[in-house]
């Protein structure tokens, strides 16, 4: 059965603190991997990755592929308390209609 | 520019009543259409996906149903709800070359 698997499930910084968020997956036919970041309902997209070792950046985000050992990360410098959300990890899967797979998510929460 | 409407923002249904939620997409056409059930401490569940009028494909068995009547218009529904159907319900559309999914804002069922 594929999977998605995120650690940590929650994380409690301070403002100015680094994270890095963790994502793994097992899934059959790999398209892509994204990132979502939600914060009272609808996810909101971050980063897209196809290719190993690339990394995409956005601002203080971050984000990498390891198609290798199956897994991303997704870095936030200098964090502020805006980024207080859930950060989504899903695998797109090459299926007709395009599907995805999501793992549970990393709550963060940035104190003042 | 293309917008997603989900209604209703949040319902309160006792257990074995009907259920039917309506999402429809604005500014493209012959989108691929998504449910996601998010329960709590859980990440994105697929419930079904369409890739046009009339065509729904299941991807996990349960007492829901989902029916495609227009190209636009994604209708979630059940017979009989049950404790276990609470949740956020997530509507989705995208492309079928696009990699990002859009998501509608969600609506927050609880059955009692």
């Known amino acids: 059965e594929d999977k998605v698997v995120q650690s940590p499930l929650s994380l409690v910084v301070h403002e100015g603190d680094t994270v890095t968020l963790n994502c793994s997956y097992e899934?059959?036919?790999?398209?892509?991997l994204l990132w979502y970041k939600q914060e009272k309902k609808a996810p909101t997209f971050l980063f897209m990755l196809?290719?190993?070792?690339i990394e995409k950046k956005s601002g203080r985000l971050s984000s990498i592929l390891d198609k290798k050992e199956l897994s991303s990360i997704l870095n936030i410098t200098a964090t502020q308390t805006g980024d207080s959300a859930i950060y989504l990890c899903?695998?797109?899967?090459?299926?007709?209609?395009?599907?995805?797979?999501f793992g549970p998510g990393t709550r963060l929460s940035v104190l003042p | 520019s293309q917008t997603i409407h989900q209604w209703p923002a949040t319902l309160v249904q006792p257990v074995g009543s009907p259920l039917s939620l309506e999402c429809t997409v604005e500014?493209?056409?012959?989108?691929?259409l998504y449910w996601y059930r998010q329960a709590a401490g859980r990440g994105l569940q697929l419930l079904f996906y369409?890739?046009?009028?009339?065509?729904i494909s299941s991807e996990v068995p349960q007492n829901l149903s989902a029916s495609r009547p227009q190209d636009r218009q994604f209708i979630l529904s059940s017979k009989k709800l049950l404790l276990s159907d609470s949740g956020f319900y997530l509507c989705?559309?995208?492309?079928?070359?696009?990699?990002?999914?859009?998501f509608g804002p969600g609506t927050r069922l609880t059955v009692t």
């Open positions: 369409s890739v046009g009028i009339g065509q």
């Open positions: 196809t290719s190993s070792g």
């Open positions: 989705a559309w995208d492309r079928g070359n696009s990699y990002e999914q859009y």
């Open positions: 899934v059959t036919n790999f398209r892509s």
């Open positions: 500014g493209t056409s012959n989108p691929n």
């Open positions: 899903a695998v797109e899967r090459w299926r007709r209609g395009q599907n995805f797979v």
